[in-house]
């Protein structure tokens, strides 16, 4: 069973930084790309950061240069680096194995003065 448990949440005032962690109970997990996502309230999903099972990382302009991705591929873990935080970036986040369809029950990221 495929499983993901978020972590790291939290309110931080703008231009703060917060990481968040995610623990995979994937037995496939070091085969195949994760994903951060980001949901606010009344509106859609949205990609936040990729990785590859090689650790190559891609992210949407909205956040490219603030967060960083990383995995531990042994530990079955992944994080995300969230610094100089905006507002905006208010949201519940989920990490994914890409695709799958698997949804953890998230961590909600509130940045506010």
């Known amino acids: 069973q495929v499983q993901f448990a978020e972590s790291g949440g939290g309110l931080v005032q703008p231009g703060g930084s917060l990481r968040l962690s995610c623990a995979a109970s994937?037995?496939?997990?070091?085969?195949?790309?994760m994903a951060w996502y980001r949901q606010a309230p009344g509106k859609q999903r949205d990609l936040v950061a990729t990785?590859?099972?090689?650790?190559?990382?891609d992210y949407p302009d909205s956040v490219k240069g603030r967060f960083t991705i990383s995995r531990d591929n042994a530990k079955k873990t992944v994080s995300l680096q969230m610094n100089s935080l905006k507002p905006e970036d208010t949201a519940a986040y989920y990490c994914t194995r890409l695709d799958s369809g698997f949804w953890g029950q998230g961590t909600q990221v509130t940045v506010s003065s």
């Open positions: 990785i590859t099972h090689s650790g190559i990382a």
């Open positions: 994937d037995s496939l997990f070091r085969f195949y790309t």
